[in-house]
Structures are given as C-alpha cells and as structure tokens.
Nanobody, 124 residues
Framework: QVQLVESGGGLVQAGGSLRLSCAAS????????VGWFRQAPGKEREWVAV????????LYRNSVKGRFTISRDNAKNTVLLQMNSLQPEDTAVYYC?????????????????WGQGTQVTVSS
C-alpha cells in the first residue's frame, strides 16, 4: 500500500519560512518523480515544484522561483520543500505527489499517488 504523508505546514508571517516534508512508503522511491502541488480555496490545484527520480531535473513555478527549493533523499524515502520569503498568496493546502514514470511532469493527472495535504497559512 502506497502512502505519502506530508508534514511541516502551519501558520507563519509574511517573509517567514517553512519546510514541508513528505514521507513515502510502499513504493520504490528512487524510481519515482515527485512533485509538490498546492490548492487555495476556490482555486484549482497547481504545481509548485517537481523533481525527476534522479533529482537531476527540477522545475519550479515562476511565482516560487528563488524562494522555494525541492529536494529528495532517496535513502530516507523523503522529499522536502523549503519555502522562504513566504507571502500571503502562498497560502494553500500543499500536497506531495508521486509519478511512477520517473520523469518531471507538471500536470496533476500525471501523478499516480497523493498525500493528504498540509495547510500552509501566511499572514500579512
């Protein structure tokens, strides 16, 4: 049974930082691409950062470039999202996702497994 479990969300003031973590189990972690997505109330789910199975290929949404960093530790079956200089518009539920093809993809439909999400709230 595949499980993705996010943690690290919370309430932070604008300009602050949070680090999200996603622990994966039930799959061969080194063979999957991983992604972070977010969904704000009343909006569609959007991709934030994605990484290939090897970690050599990454993509960032323009609005988070230079502020967010995705990383993975294949030995610990974990993917991280370091978020700095947070802004109120970053407020959303953040989801971790896994793609069995192993290549980077930004469309939610490409991902096979999803976590339950973790709330990030940035106050102004």
């Amino acid at each position: 049974q595949v499980q993705l479990v996010e943690s690290g969300g919370g309430l932070v003031q604008a300009g602050g930082s949070l680090r999200l973590s996603c622990a994966a189990s039930g799959l061969t972690f080194s063979s999957i691409a991983v992604g972070w997505f977010r969904q704000a109330p009343g909006k569609e789910r959007e991709w934030v950062a994605v990484m290939s199975k090897s970690g050599t290929s990454t993509l960032y949404r323009n609005s988070v470039k230079g502020r967010f960093t995705i990383s993975r530790d294949n030995a610990k079956n974990t993917v991280l999202l370091q978020m700095n200089s947070l802004q109120p518009e970053d407020t959303a539920v953040y989801y971790c996702a896994a793609d069995r093809t192993g290549v980077v993809a930004t469309g939610p439909s490409a991902y096979d497994y999803w976590g339950q999400g973790t709330q990030v709230t940035v106050s102004s």
